[in-house]
């Protein structure tokens, strides 16, 4: 199969502090009709995984890798670092079933769904020649119509012809090529993950699916030599719940942080979340209290001068990014070590020499007087913004800034004035923020159609704002 590279960038760039302008229009579809897949099929309420991958339905020719009818490839913005493997990535939703699509959130897939993730090193053979060979294929699969997903990783055999399922993690030597010294080889001692290692970067914390969201996808993809916006593709095949338009310059979007068009600021940002928000974000280790996501605010991020409470790597008067000094800098340091206080923890051998570049770049420019001074502008009023989408359906985002630090209530009742659901109860510093809904009350369950009322208090500041649930 042809290894396509996926195209994160068009020098056109959205943060979601601020957007630079509509600037998508109706285009090409990289798939022109959507058909069922009836092959790539595991219900694992009624059945286990298959053993092999020639026999899981992934493939129609495993020998010549031609995907099977109805699974569709998708394409990310921002990679996580895998050793330097290449990757391709397919959605497999059982028969037509559709997404329930999130603009700023986790999109909702269908009971039994299977996202696949192949990987492809760049072997150097016998002969001293080098060849990209894939090497492991991971499922991660929707248990049913609950909120668990399980992984599960497959090792291809050495010719290449199929691969087989794997109950425990283990480590296999490769010779490949040398990212930054292309005529020269090295070995790379590549992990494979036992199926309970899966959930060490699928976290409930960011719904666990990683790929697919809005972010990542809001760009460009190669369909086999016709170039198209997944977005607009996704659309046209009914592949979500709801008709998503054809402008998402408003959505959120990550860019390719090996794009050197792009502003070093968005590159690192991007990078962070790809490879690090899984764990470091609200509600996910509690070791340390950082947000690495894309959309958080840097003075709200916790690591700007912020004394390290897990800095064992020696040092003095070191911060978790310290601007303009990256060698004091815990954030960086950790992205450079190979003993236990690597960063990330799990399933890498080999530093990633481009990304700790672009985080060392990044580290730098804050030491700039101009770095940091759109995130210390603070919010002159607490006020409740709206929704997005409204009407909506399945969830909606509402945002609301706050002037002044304090314990921030935002509640959703229905038209009677009755609470259907607290959305937060916390203490907020001043800043800008957004809080999901996903027509659910306080117990899990659905809600019915109809209008609700979002309120938000603050101290003596109290503001509401109507919002429609349409099922």
């Known amino acids: 199969m042809r290894m396509r590279r996926f195209s994160a960038t068009r020098g056109l760039f959205f ?20 058909v069922p897949n ?52 397919f959605l497999a939703l059982p028969g037509l079933s559709q997404v329930e699509f999130s603009r700023d959130g986790d999109w909702a897939f269908p009971a039994n769904s299977v996202l696949v993730k192949n990987f492809y090193l760049d072997l150097v053979g016998d002969d001293g020649t080098a060849r990209r060979q894939i090497v ?57 993950p036992a199926p309970e290692d899966c959930g060490s970067c699928h976290t409930f914390g960011v719904g666990q699916v990683l790929g697919p969201r809005t972010s ?19 659309n046209h095949l009914g592949l979500f719940t709801q008709d998503i338009g054809s402008d998402f310059s408003d959505f959120p979007r990550l860019v390719d942080h090996l794009d050197e068009a792009a502003p070093i600021a968005m590159r690192a940002r991007s990078y962070l979340q790809a490879n690090c928000a899984h ?21 709200q991020m916790g690591i700007v001068d912020a004394e390290s409470g897990v800095d064992d790597l020696g040092g003095e008067d070191r911060r978790i990014v310290r601007p303009g ?46 770095a940091i001074t759109e995130s210390l502008s603070r919010p002159q009023q607490t006020q409740l913004l709206g929704n997005y989408p409204n009407p909506f359906n399945p969830q909606t985002s509402i945002r609301y800034t706050t002037a002044t630090q304090g314990v921030v209530e935002l509640t959703i009742y229905d038209i009677n004035g009755r609470r259907v659901r607290v959305l937060s109860a916390l203490t907020r510093p001043p800043g800008e923020y957004v809080s999901h809904w996903d027509g659910r009350d306080e117990a899990g369950r659905s809600v019915a159609s109809g209008v609700y009322v979002v309120r938000l208090r603050q101290a003596d500041v109290t503001q509401s704002h109507r919002l429609t649930l349409l099922k």
């Open 15 to 34: 943060c979601l502090i601020c957007a630079c302008g509509p600037v998508w229009a109706q285009g090409p579809v990289g798939i022109e009709t959507r």
């Open 38 to 89: 009836t092959s790539l099929l595991i219900d694992l309420v009624n059945g286990d995984a298959p053993e092999t991958i020639s026999t899981s339905g992934l493939y129609v020719d495993i020998d010549k890798r031609i995907i099977a009818p109805g699974i569709i490839p998708y394409g990310v913005n921002s990679a996580l670092w895998s050793d330097g493997a290449s990757k391709t990535r």
């Open 136 to 192: 492991e294929t991971r499922f991660l699969v929707k248990v049913g119509d609950t909120f668990e997903w399980k992984g599960f990783s497959y090792q291809w055999n050495a010719e290449a012809t199929d691969a087989q399922l794997l109950f425990t993690s283990r480590t296999e030597s490769y010779t490949t090529v040398d990212a930054t010294q292309p005529d020269q080889s090295r070995q790379l001692e590549y992990l494979f």
């Open 216 to 234: 990542q996808l809001n760009g460009d993809y190669d369909y086999d030599g016709v170039v198209a916006h997944q977005l607009t593709t996704l």
């Open 279 to 299: 764990c470091h974000l609200p509600g996910g280790l509690r070791r340390t209290e950082i947000d690495l996501r894309f959309d958080t605010p840097l003075d």
């Open 325 to 370: 000094i990256p060698d004091n800098s815990v954030l960086l340091l950790r992205t450079l070590e190979l003993g236990e206080q690597r960063m990330p923890p799990v399933a890498t051998s080999i530093i990633d020499p481009v990304g700790t570049d672009v985080l060392r770049r990044w580290i730098l420019s804050l030491g700039m007087p101009t």
